[in-house]
């Protein structure tokens, strides 16, 4: 290689080097240290998002409800008959009850049963009263809606 040539490289690699470093002279691939760098950088970055998971909404708690309707809507006296609903909101194993309205005032009958694993309930009642007879279901703090059953 000639001097005049020699000069012009040498002097192209040092302005390089002055002005940004052996990635700029030579036109490579950053050095070794910047990749790394920011390599580092990406990876922390990644960890710190995936170390913070968002914030679970907290759910709001079920109104306890309790549906209920008769096998029957009329019966003889003392026929066997059933009352069964769903629970809404109320653990199994809460115990529900039978009421019947006499007058102002809702009277518990002797029929109990307990809420299920599958939020159900089932119960076998006999009416004697003859009539309208106003029922209800009640338990875990809810009140079913009322319904008639007839005893003829």
């Known amino acids: 290689m000639n001097r005049a040539h020699r000069l012009a ?49 907290t759910p709001k708690p079920v109104k306890a409800a309790l ?31 039978l009421q019947q309205q006499k007058g102002a005032k809702w009277t518990a009958l002797p029929a109990k049963v307990t809420v299920n694993k599958n939020a159900t309930y089932s119960m076998r009642v006999k009416l004697g009263v003859k009539g309208k007879n106003t029922l209800r279901v009640v338990g875990g703090g809810a009140v079913s809606a009322p319904f008639v059953v007839t005893v003829r």
């Not at 691939?29 to 990749?35: C, G, K, V, Y």
């Not at 029957?72 to 194993?93: D, H, L, M, N, Y």
């Open 67 to 97: 549906t209920a309707q008769a096998s029957a809507k009329s019966v003889k006296a003392w026929q066997e008959f059933r009352v069964s609903g769903k629970a809404t909101g109320i653990k199994p194993g809460t115990t529900v009850t």
């Open 9 to 57: 490289v040498s002097g192209v690699l040092t302005a390089g080097l002055v002005a940004g470093g052996a990635a700029t002279a030579f036109a490579a691939a950053p050095a070794p240290a910047t990749a790394t760098a920011t390599a580092t950088a990406t990876a922390t970055a990644h960890k710190t998002a995936a170390a913070k998971p968002a914030p679970k909404p």
